[in-house]
Structure formats: C-alpha cells, structure tokens
C-alpha cells in the first residue's frame, strides 16, 4: 500500500487527535490520513497544530492550542524545558511514560520485523523508584552572556547556548561542580571561547561523579594547551570543590560538534576516579566510557544475568565489550569470558578492571567480533552465549552473519535503539526464538528505551 502524497502546507492549521509517542517522545497523529509529529503533544490529546516542516511522507507541526489534555500531562520541573530540548518527557507522568516507552517498542517490532507482536513477551519496562538526578556526568558548553560566565546545553534546533543553573536530571554534586567552576572562571577572568569568533580559551565543563564514592572529576576542554591562570585556577578549585579528587584538561582547537580532542592531561588529583557497581569497582579516566545512569545500569546488567542463565562451565563472548563491565558482571558465573572491542583503550581498561578483580578466566581482544570470533571458532573454541551490546545503530551485518555461522545456543541482546534491535531480531530469528524482550528505563524524561532481549537457538 503507498503512502499518500503529502497535501499538508506549511503554516496550515487543523485539529489533530494524538494516537500515540513516536520514537523521538513526540505525538503522533493522523491528519486525512497523513502522519503529523507534533512535539510536546501526549497521546490522547486533541490539539490544533500548526504544520512547521512538510516531508514528502509526514509532516511536523507545533501545538497551537490544547483543547483536550491528557490526564497523565504534568508541569515539568525544569525552568528550561521548553527551549532546552535535552529531555522530551518531562511534561509526561512518569509511571505514563513506562507504558509509553513500552509502546515504543511493540512499535518497532511491528514495524521492522516479520515475528506477529502478538507472539512476543515484551514485559512492562523497569523504572526507577526516583526518576531524578540520575546522570553521573555533566557536558555543558560555556560561553558569555553580558559579563557573566553562563553554561548549559544548545537549545532545541537553535544555536543559542541555554543557561543551565540547576539540570533536574543531573547528579546535584555535578551541578554544584559546574555552577561554582562559572564562578571561579568569571572571577579569574579566564577567557571563554567564542565559537563565531573562535577566540578565548574554555570551551566545556565536564564534570563526573562516582555515585558511591562521592569523587567528582572535572575537564576543561580548551581550544589551546596555553591556560591563562591556571595555578589560580586550580588552588581556587581545591579551595571551594574538596570533592574533586581529580583536575583534567583536554584541548579540542577544531571546528567540530565532538566534545573531546585527542590530547589529554592531568592538571592536579589523580588521573582517575572511583566508582563502585555491585561487587565491581572501576577506575574512570576521563575519556572512559561508562554508563551514565549507575542505579539503572545495575538493574539492566542483572538483566543481562537473567537471560544469560549461566551454570559456572558457559564459554561467554561480549562484543562491543568497551572496558568491560558486562563481561564481568557475569564472570562468577562463566567458565570463561572472552569480549572485544575496536577502541585500544578500552580494552586496555577491561584488562586492568579483570585483573583488579581477580578474573583471569576474562581475555580482551582488540578488534572486530566478525574477524575475531570466526578465529576462534577455528581454533576450536566455540561460545555457548553471545552478548551483544552495538550502537545505535545495531550490529554490524558481519556479525549477525558470523554469529549464525558460530550458532552459539544462547544470544543475549541488549539495545539502545528498539528500530535496529527489531530489524536486527528479524535477521536473527531463523535460527533463533526470542524468549522474552525486557524494557530498561536508562534515562527518565526522554524517549530513549533500552532493552534486553533473551534468545536462544532452535535446533532443527
């Protein structure tokens, strides 16, 4: 069946009832048959929208008025909502949100993948008993406003930097970090980076804090290596911030969207901070990568153990392993544990993390789970259970080729984009049936839904 040309204009205005969230946490409706995205609409709603941007096979529009609101619609906590854009639920009751995200995934699946929805358990998604203050790091773009040191995020679609005093997503250590670095930073008169101009000198605050241990680590990205009062700088951070245990710079001089440049060093503290999940503890350097909801993360890797179902003799692949928290989560359980990954120092970590911790029975590779996996095969060491945790974008197609040539009994998956896990499980499900599929919420008050999904291999 085609899609219908679109007919809608630009700045037209019509009635539109909501059905349902899209994947980007925005209202869905239907408008003489033609899909409108309406951002900040909640399924229920009836509106008037006015048509923004016409696609040739949806359009997007902006709520012109409410004339019928959810029950589940709340006033956000945030002061910035409305132009920050770094959340896109928090005018949603939470509980309301759970079902939404579970929604989201029924979605996908009946989108991109042949399974019927109905033959599927996807369990209700697990949430947070307090869905608030829940991210362990802060990356907040400084710049000038008058004479004031402001720093926040990019509103939405806009190139303006919104001031961020108090993020209610954020772990208040981090914020209190960020807000007294502006200070100190104003104080000292130390040049901010002007980005039209690409004069000044600071140009992010990341700050990171170890949910257990209370140390927070602060980087400065700067554009040049050269600091204007830097050992002020530092003395005045010991002085008012005892928590940060750690004082980093990073120079990023390029044009570019990414945060981080290639050089990295220690100003003062230690180079790295501590923080504890479960029996584990991990070190975290500044360019680590880790997960950014540590309560969550804890939840979502019991998950893992769950579908995994180990016995104590199970040979275990992670790809995608990173520094290698869900190997190792699991290496009481497994007879061995082998994980990969193309980025040289995160497995560089995964090896330090298993060595701290006493699993010597954990091997990390560096490189692709395509190229290395079949290797091994051949070697004659065959893994009984696969875990794969990709990218947005889902595994990569050698892989899913290799792990249907290795036919390992169990895959367990675990997702952070239900379209390319849905398209990914389709591929998968000639050789596999899925037991159940598990929603995590990582992230209260956006779109975003994880997911782990049990599978094993059905032997004809």
């Known amino acids: 069946m085609g899609k219908t040309a679109i007919t809608i204009q630009k700045g037209q205005q019509f009635p539109l009832t909501i059905k349902r969230l899209g994947i980007n946490g925005e209202g869905v409706g239907y408008f003489k048959k033609q899909v409108v995205f309406v951002p900040g609409a909640l399924p229920g709603e009836e509106v008037v929208v006015e048509a923004t941007t016409i696609h040739p096979k949806y359009a997007e529009a902006k709520i012109k008025k409410i004339r019928r609101s959810s029950a589940h619609r709340v006033t956000p906590r945030c002061p910035v909502y409305e132009q920050c854009g770094g959340c896109q639920l928090q005018h949603f009751d939470y509980q309301a949100q759970l079902e939404a995200k579970r929604d989201i995934v029924i979605q996908a699946f009946e989108r991109h993948c042949r399974i019927p929805v109905e033959a599927l358990e996807i369990k209700p998604a697990i949430g947070m008993e307090d869905p608030w203050h829940y991210r362990n790091k802060s990356q907040f773009q400084v710049g000038k406003r008058n004479e004031n040191v402001i720093a926040g995020l990019y509103g939405m679609g806009s190139h303006q930097l919104i ?22 930073l104003e104080d000292l008169r130390i040049p901010i980076y002007n980005e039209r101009k690409r004069t000044g000198i600071v140009r992010t605050i990341v700050a990171r804090v170890g949910f257990h241990t209370k140390e927070v680590q602060l980087v400065f990205i700067t554009a040049k290596k050269e600091l204007p009062r830097k050992e002020l700088l530092i003395s005045e951070i010991q002085r008012r911030l005892p928590e940060v245990k750690s004082i980093m710079q990073n120079v990023n001089g390029q044009k570019t969207s990414l945060i981080f440049g290639e050089e990295t060093f220690l100003l003062e503290g230690e180079e790295y901070i501590q923080e504890v999940l479960g029996d584990l503890s991990f070190e975290l350097s500044a360019r680590a990568f880790f997960q950014l909801n540590p309560v969550q993360t804890v939840k979502l890797y019991d998950e893992v153990k769950k579908a995994a179902r180990l016995t104590g003799h ?36 995964a090896r330090k993390n298993a060595a701290r911790h006493g699993f010597h029975h954990a091997v990390y590779t560096v490189g692709k789970a395509e190229h290395i996996l079949p290797k091994w095969v051949k070697q004659g060491w065959r893994p009984d259970v696969v875990i794969v945790d990709p990218p947005r974008t889902g595994c990569d197609e050698a892989l899913l080729r290799t792990i249907l040539q ?55």
């Open 406 to 460: 290795v036919k390992p009994s169990k895959i367990v998956y675990v997702s952070c984009n239900p379209s390319s896990l849905a398209r990914d499980i389709d591929r998968l499900s000639k050789t596999y049936q899925v037991d159940y599929i598990q929603p995590v919420d990582m992230f209260p008050h956006t779109a975003h839904v994880e997911c782990v999904v049990a599978m094993q291999r059905v032997d004809t």
């Open 314 to 349: 199970e040979k275990v692949v992670d790809a995608y392993c990173g520094v290698g928290t869900i190997g190792l989560w699991l290496a009481k359980d497994a007879g061995e544990v082998r994980g990969m990954d193309t980025i040289r120092e995160a497995i560089e970590d």
């Open 163 to 184: 001031d961020i005093a108090e993020c209610v997503i954020q772990h208040q250590a981090t914020n209190r970090v960020t807000a007294i670095v502006k200070t100190i």
